[in-house]
């Protein structure tokens, strides 16, 4: 199947700082890439659809200007974390759709596990 | 809008022996794509099957199957042939239409004993 790298996979950071993380598709082209958020012992959240060359579109209740996400190329999308807080630790999970797959179906990136001290 | 309906927050399964995890799904669209994935301790997610709303088979990709009930809308997973490797959380999900995201269910944890 179709890879989709995610960097870093882990990152400890001091409260009030911003942190990026990459998500890239390797060996195809992504239109459309999602950002889910999951928090320990649940499932998987949506909290944004990236389109590339236009504004993200974020679910009800996920702040825009907390959670940047830019989607420059069709084989990266970027989420900033911005001024992040304790309460922001969580594993961000980026996904990207191989239109040209046979089931259309969304690969994972291996997730960022980020700690807010 | 569509929900995914996992029942079952965890599972315990002998090894060599199959299992069943359920899923029941709520859509009104007559197209949409229902799908598993495993997700280790490691966190990645492992797309295992999928299953289209008008596919008349039930899918089948090695040691798992999908039993999909059309009219009762489920689509439970099944494992045969448990391994130690298959201690997981299973998420089944479903995406109606074509380019929107998944939307997932609550996961089931299995845990496979030797």
């Known amino acids: 199947g179709a890879v989709v790298s995610q960097h870093p996979s882990r990152v400890i950071c001091k409260s009030g700082t911003s942190v990026k993380i990459e998500c890239r598709s390797l060996d195809f082209q992504a239109t459309t890439m999602f950002w889910y958020r999951q928090f320990p012992k649940q499932s998987l959240m949506l909290m944004a659809t990236?389109?590339?060359?236009?504004?993200?579109?974020?679910e009800q209740g996920v702040e825009k200007d907390k959670f940047l996400i830019n989607h420059a190329s069709l084989t990266l999308s970027t989420l900033t974390v911005t001024s992040a807080h304790p309460e922001d630790s969580s594993f961000y999970i980026c996904s990207a759709r191989d239109v040209q797959g046979f089931y259309n179906e969304q690969f994972f990136g291996p997730g960022t596990r980020l700690t807010v001290l | 809008a569509q929900k995914i309906t996992q029942t079952q927050p965890g599972m315990f399964v002998q090894e060599k022996e199959a299992v069943t995890l359920d899923c029941t799904y709520d859509t009104s669209d007559q197209s949409y794509g229902l799908f598993w994935y495993k997700q280790p301790s490691s966190g990645e997610m492992i797309f295992l099957i999928y299953?289209?709303?008008?596919?008349?088979q039930n899918a089948t990709e090695g040691r798992y199957s999908l039993n999909f009930q059309k009219a009762r809308k489920s689509a439970n997973l099944v494992i045969s042939a448990s391994q130690l490797g298959d201690s997981a959380m299973y998420f089944c999900?479903?995406?109606?239409?074509?380019?929107?995201?998944?939307?997932f269910g609550k996961g089931t944890r299995l845990s496979v004993i030797a």
């Open positions: 990236s389109n590339e060359g236009s504004k993200a579109t974020y």
């Open positions: 999900a479903m995406r109606v239409p074509r380019n929107t995201p998944l939307v």
């Open positions: 299953q289209g709303s008008y596919d008349e």
